[in-house]
């Protein structure tokens, strides 16, 4: 059977991707729990977007990234990559996916090897990726890059990690990736570890990348951010889409109940308005092992129903533009019909 890829429009396709983790459980045995669970998302070729994977901690939002990255397995499902699906690509399609589609990481501070300055995490990409022919190609290509994200070589490439901030160390991960003129970029969380004066400027810089032709597939769980940058987003719970659509639309509009509650829990930037947005959760444990037939969020969910135990809802619509929510409040859903009141 061959692997040449067909011509696609997409340059990402999941498809109901699930990562399926064996535990070891209290007091001897195991365990399965579902990491992720019959994921799809289609990222186009043209225009780049960003797209935003959001929720808390435990939702399955890095386990996409490291399933997109290859740095995990998937159980079931296939990835997708401008038609050739990941699971049969030879090693010279796996070269060429690992140089298209790069990484940035939420610790810049851990991806660096500190025995070496700056320049070397530049040299070991051209290097690898056999990207120049001279070491005056060389030097152009990374002042191009470094430029790109608003740094230069006299300033960086001399120092150690250890004498740049947080955020000079994350947008060097921005121009290493820019470098090799990548078409996806999966960003985890890239702004979590860095002060508040800084995420703007990374923020600004994967704005300026994808007007440059590079889509982001943007891991946070940070909806400020999202909302700020985001063309597209997944919310998750418990590794299943919650609710997804416009970012615009999904924020200022959610009607998944969870969606309401993680937007609730923002606070609003008005001193005179008092935030009320202190959730209780039942136990995590409870939360993930309670309901694997049916809905996730039952043990939280203010409008539960019977249906709720026995099935998980697929997605159905709640607006324009791709707008759908995973809720039975909408199986027979009217656009007359507005979204439940949100609960703070």
Known sequence: MSTTPKQSKMLLEIRNATKVYTQRAFGGGTRQVVALQDFNLNIPKHPATITTIAGESGSGKSTLANLVLGFTGISRGQIIYDGLDMATATPAQNIQYRRDVQAVFQDPFGVYNPFYRIQHVFDLVIRNFKLAE????????????????????????????????????????????????????????????????????????????????????????????????????????????????????????????????????????????????????????????????????????????????????RLYPVGKNGHVASCFLYDRYDEAVEAPQQTT
């Not at 923002?266 to 136990?283: C, K, N, R, S």
């Not at 694997?292 to 135990?309: D, I, K, S, T, V």
């Open 134 to 313: 001279s070491k005056a190609a060389a030097r152009d290509m990374i002042e191009e890059s470094l430029n790109v994200v608003g740094l230069y070589g006299e300033d960086v490439l001399r120092k150690y990690p250890h004498q740049l901030s947080g955020g000079q160390r994350q947008r060097i991960m921005m121009a290493r990736a820019y470098m090799v003129k990548p078409k996806l970029i999966v960003a985890d969380e890239p702004v979590s570890m860095v002060d508040a004066s800084l995420r703007a400027a990374i923020l600004d810089v994967m704005m300026r990348l994808r007007d440059n032709g590079i889509s982001f597939l943007y891991i946070t769980h940070d909806l400020s951010t999202a909302y700020q940058i985001g063309d597209q987003i997944f919310i998750l719970y418990q590794g299943t889409i919650a609710e997804t659509g416009s970012t615009i639309d999904v924020i200022d509009k959610p009607h998944h109940p969870y969606v309401q509650l993680l937007v609730n829990s923002v606070p609003v930037p008005d001193p005179d308005i008092q935030w009320e947005g202190t959730i209780e959760l039942p136990a995590d444990e409870e939360m993930r092992t309670s309901q694997q037939a049916g809905c996730r969020f039952y043990p939280r969910c203010p409008h539960r129903m019977e249906r709720c135990l026995s099935a998980a809802p």
